[in-house]
């Protein structure tokens, strides 16, 4: 943990860690934040950070420059930082920051040597990725896990992906190393408002996290920030005639699968390249439908990203 620099050491008894990551894992903005609302609302204190120094490219995630009083220059460098907090379900430590591009199993060790120094007991990550679903219906996710007590316990999914992984999955294989549970939860947000931050899907990662845990969900500002979302999303679908015809037969699909087999964690259906409105959606990677689907999804979208 030599990257490592303690701002507190406070007592906490067998804590769950919740990490979240910038980047392409982060679909929205959703993953990012919801771990940020949590911090802010359970008032999580500053545990620690990873010095950024040997783990970030500067030249992609850049630093900024700020100004005190208009005339005290200072650089805030683009740092992975950790929080803790006491909720009604038990410790928590929460994660939050880029991915780093460098030294990928070092900076794993820093992040679990945190957990193991607060006996960690286990890691959520959390993740969102663009599919083709509505904005329209409640957010799916997805959540999968190794462990065999940790699927039946919590309703998971057993992950069989092979291919190129991110830093999510790189944390997950040294948690399982180590002999830490972790959980991975996934939220899909609508490929064709990808640009439009999606507090809708940031909600319903931290209601799944907090319901893992067994604590309440902290709605607060998520909730209204939701609503405006769909108002927003719904506007700007209006303006483009092939996008209303896009949602529509998503919106089509979505209600053909809940009546075909009542399965809520879903990802909308399988559109014909013809069906798509256009270049907007040429980076998007559609997905097929039934029960494992948006796992299929998750998988699709770890291994269509460049290897570099």
Known sequence: MEHLRWLAQPTLHRPTVIAAFTGWNDGGDAASNAVRHLVESWGAQPLAEIDPEEFTDFATVRPHVRLADGATRSIVWPTVAAWSASTPGGDVILVLGPEPALRWRT???QVLGLAQRFGAGLVVTLGALLADVPHTRPVQLIGTATDGHLISRFDLQRSRYEGPTGI??????????????????WAAVPAYASQVPSPKAALALVSRACGIIGSPTPVGRLSHEAAEYEQRVSSLVRDDDDLVG??????TLDLDDDDDDDVDDTI???????????ERLAPIDPAS?????????????LRDQPDD
Request: glycine share 10%.
């Open 246 to 251: 896009y949602v529509a037969r998503l919106e």
């Open 107 to 109: 900076f794993t060790q």
């Open 289 to 301: 439908v039934d029960s494992d689907e948006l796992m299929a999804e998750v998988e699709r979208f």
């Open 268 to 278: 909308g259906g399988e559109l014909a390249d013809d069906d798509l409105p256009g």
């Open 168 to 185: 999510v999955g790189v944390l997950h294989d040294a948690c399982t190393s180590a002999g830490l549970d972790s959980v991975s939860l």
